[in-house]
């Protein structure tokens, strides 16, 4: 996690950013919100009263996928993530995390999901990234003990911190918009249920 301080980002520029990344990555497999719904006066509440939120579902060459363990919670894994900041663009914020918390470098392949948290204003965007270089051993050691890649019938589904990421497991891949995966977690988010039916490879 970098503690980049933060500064005040034009809620224009910053929405543009964000339809401009489903215009380039394709929409998201499932979403509980339009990003088209949304306004400046909406980005505005994200920027001033939460956080736009980062998690990335990490691939490496060899199809196996990665997942972190943090010194706060040892014995729970989770995807790479945490907080756009400052002025650092979306995109930008995954680079940095991932490369942060397991020493990859990779490139943004897929955007598998949006959230709109409207009770505490967080806009999530969680990504499906392909490492392209790098050594799998986390740069971050004040914060995370272990990045470790698993397959993707291995993936520690039963110890993931958070139901989300549980969730996630089953995007990769996903066909059915009425995978039991995005039933749930739409449900969870209880917002505008949306659900796109593309599928999501790694290779």
Do not use: Y
Not at 74 to 103: D, F, S, Y
């Amino acid at each position: 996690m970098s503690s980049h301080t933060p500064n005040n980002v034009d809620k224009r520029a910053r929405l543009v950013e964000v339809r401009q990344l489903v215009k380039e990555l394709g929409p998201p497999t499932i979403s509980n919100v339009n990003i088209e719904d949304l306004t400046e006066e909406n980005m505005e509440d994200i920027l001033n009263r939460g956080h736009i939120g980062v998690a990335v579902i990490v691939c490496q060459r060899n199809g196996e996928f990665v997942f972190v363990r943090h010194r706060k919670l040892p014995n729970q894994w989770m995807t790479v993530g945490g907080k756009v900041e400052g002025r650092e663009g979306i995109l930008e914020a995954v680079v940095r995390e991932v490369k942060e918390e397991t020493g990859l470098e990779v490139e943004v392949k897929r955007l598998l999901l949006i959230a709109l948290v409207r009770r505490v204003k967080i806009l999530f965007l969680k990504f499906l990234a392909f490492e392209t270089g790098g050594t799998l051993s986390p740069e971050d050691e004040e914060e995370v003990i272990e990045a470790r890649a698993f397959k993707k019938g291995e993936m520690p589904k039963e110890n993931l911190r958070f139901e989300e990421d549980k969730e996630s497991c089953s995007l990769i891949g996903i066909e059915n918009p009425e995978e039991p995966a995005c039933r749930r977690f739409l449900f969870s988010m209880r917002g505008n249920k949306t659900c796109n039916s593309n599928k999501t490879t790694c290779s």
